[in-house]
């Protein structure tokens, strides 16, 4: 192997590790809003996995104290067909209607949810991974979507 193409990838794996570190850092800072996802449905962060074996993906979004009646999930894996999460975590096909979404479970903690989607060995998936996390409130359901790539 050419030392020029080991040492490219050392530092390209050096500068995502790099960049995971200062997103935690500032995540975790005070002042730090999480974002608030809408009816119309809100970009959020794409996030990069280092390592796809510990497939760990979590979104903590805003619900500003809102009484939220269900929180759900749905990804779709590139070229696959859109799944949504239940309580237990199990992934199941999904028809597209809002009205037949699974509720993840997903409790707010001070005004916040923490969208727990993935914990797993993520891969044998087909990336970038599309996931849009939704909740219920007031009568409403808002949204906001990210994509999940790979650094590999």
């Known amino acids: 192997m050419r030392t020029d193409v080991v040492i490219r990838v050392g530092i390209g794996k050096l500068l995502t590790g790099l960049a995971a570190l200062i997103l935690l850092a500032l995540t975790g ?12 449905g809100t970009p959020l962060a794409a996030m990069v996995l ?12 805003r619900a500003d104290n809102e009484p939220v009646a269900a929180t759900h999930i749905v ?4 070229g696959g067909q859109a ?3 239940d309580r237990q975590g199990v992934f199941q096909p999904w028809d597209r209607n809002t009205k037949t979404l699974a ?10 949810i923490l969208f727990k989607v993935f914990n ?4 044998a998936q087909n990336f970038p991974i599309r996931v849009t996390v939704y909740y219920r409130a007031n009568g409403e359901l808002k949204f ?3 994509d999940v790539m790979r650094a590999n």
């Open 29 to 40: 800072m005070p002042g730090y809003a999480a974002p608030e996802l809408s009816m119309t």
């Open 50 to 61: 280092p390592d796809v074996r510990v497939g760990t993906v979590e979104k903590l979004v």
């Open 75 to 78: 990804v779709q894996m590139a």
């Open 83 to 85: 799944l949504m999460r």
């Open 103 to 112: 509720d993840s479970g997903f409790v707010p903690v001070d005004g916040q």
């Open 120 to 123: 797993q060995d993520l891969s």
């Open 144 to 146: 906001g979507f990210f």
